[in-house]
C-alpha cells in the first residue's frame, strides 16, 4: 500500500539555524508529493508541492524541498528558521491506485530562542 | 482573495445532539473534501465530493453525512454525536479537469467540534 512516512516526530532547532524535515513515501510510479503547514489551531497551508520535472521546487516562506527518487525522499528544508516557523509539517503524496491523498503521521516543529 | 470558508469556527454541541458544520469555497473548484483531524494526527479522509458524485471512505460512521447542494457549499451533518466524534474538522477543495486524477488541495481554517 502507499504510504508516507515523516520519521521525526518532534524537531527543536535554535531561531537562525538550518532546518530539515524528513519525508519517504513508497509509491511504485512518480509521486506527487506535497509539504503543507498548521499552525495550532489552523487548518494546513501548502508550502510547497512536486508533480514532475525538476527535483528542488521552492515554495513559500523560504521553504524548499528536494525530490530524490534513489531515496524515496522528499525532505522540507530552510536555512534559517525563524520563530514563527514553529507549527507542526505534514509532508503528503498521491500516487498508485488511489486517488486519496496520504498525509504522514507530522512533525512538531519547536523553535528555541 | 480566492478561499476556502469554514463556519462556524468553534461549535459546542450536546452529546447526542445533531449538529451542521458549513463550508464554503470561492474558486471554483469541483471537488470539495472532508477530513476529521484529531489532536496530534494526521487529517484522516471522511468524503468527497467529485462534482455532484459523493465518495464515502470506508471507515466512515454512518453517523457522518454530507450535503453539496451546488459547487460553492458543502455540509457536513453528525446525526448524533459522541465523544469520540470531538474534533478538528477541515474542508478542502481541489480542481481536477481534463482527466487529471491529482492536483493539490485548499484547506479552510477548520473547526473545532466540543461534545459534551
Known amino acids: 500500500a502507499q504510504s508516507v512516512t515523516q520519521p521525526d516526530i518532534h524537531i527543536t532547532v535554535s531561531e537562525g539555524a538550518s532546518l530539515e524535515l524528513r519525508c519517504n513515501y513508497s509509491?511504485?510510479?512518480?509521486?506527487?508529493l506535497f509539504w503543507y503547514v498548521q499552525s495550532p489551531g489552523q487548518g494546513l497551508q501548502l508550502l510547497l508541492k512536486?508533480?514532475?520535472?525538476?527535483?528542488l521546487v521552492q515554495g513559500i516562506k523560504g521553504f524548499e524541498a528536494e525530490f530524490k527518487r534513489s531515496q524515496s525522499s522528499f525532505n522540507l528544508r530552510k536555512p534559517s528558521v525563524h520563530w514563527s516557523d514553529a507549527a507542526e509539517y505534514f509532508c503528503?503524496?498521491?500516487?498508485?491506485?488511489?486517488?486519496?491523498?496520504?498525509f504522514g503521521t507530522g512533525t512538531l516543529l519547536a523553535v528555541q530562542p | 482573495d480566492a478561499m476556502v470558508i469554514q463556519n462556524p469556527r468553534y461549535q459546542v454541541t450536546q452529546f447526542g445532539k445533531p449538529v451542521t458544520l458549513s463550508c464554503s469555497q470561492t474558486?471554483?473548484?469541483?471537488?470539495m473534501y472532508w477530513y476529521q483531524q484529531k489532536s496530534s494526527q494526521a487529517p484522516k479522509l471522511l468524503f468527497h465530493?467529485?462534482?455532484?458524485?459523493?465518495?464515502n471512505e470506508a471507515d466512515t460512521p454512518d453517523n457522518f453525512q454530507s450535503r453539496r447542494p451546488n459547487t460553492s457549499f458543502c455540509f457536513l451533518d453528525i446525526r448524533s454525536p459522541g465523544l469520540g466524534d470531538a474534533a478538528m474538522y477541515l474542508c478542502?477543495?481541489?480542481?481536477?479537469?481534463?482527466?487529471?486524477?491529482?492536483?493539490?488541495?485548499?484547506f479552510g481554517p477548520g473547526t473545532r467540534l466540543t461534545v459534551l
Open positions: 478542502a477543495t481541489s480542481r481536477l479537469a481534463g482527466g487529471m486524477r491529482y492536483n493539490e488541495q485548499f
Open positions: 509509491y511504485g510510479a512518480t509521486p506527487y
Open positions: 512536486y508533480f514532475s520535472g525538476d527535483t
Open positions: 503528503a503524496g498521491y500516487g498508485g491506485a488511489t486517488n486519496k491523498l496520504i
Open positions: 474558486l471554483n473548484h469541483n471537488v
Open positions: 465530493y467529485y462534482d455532484k458524485d459523493f465518495n
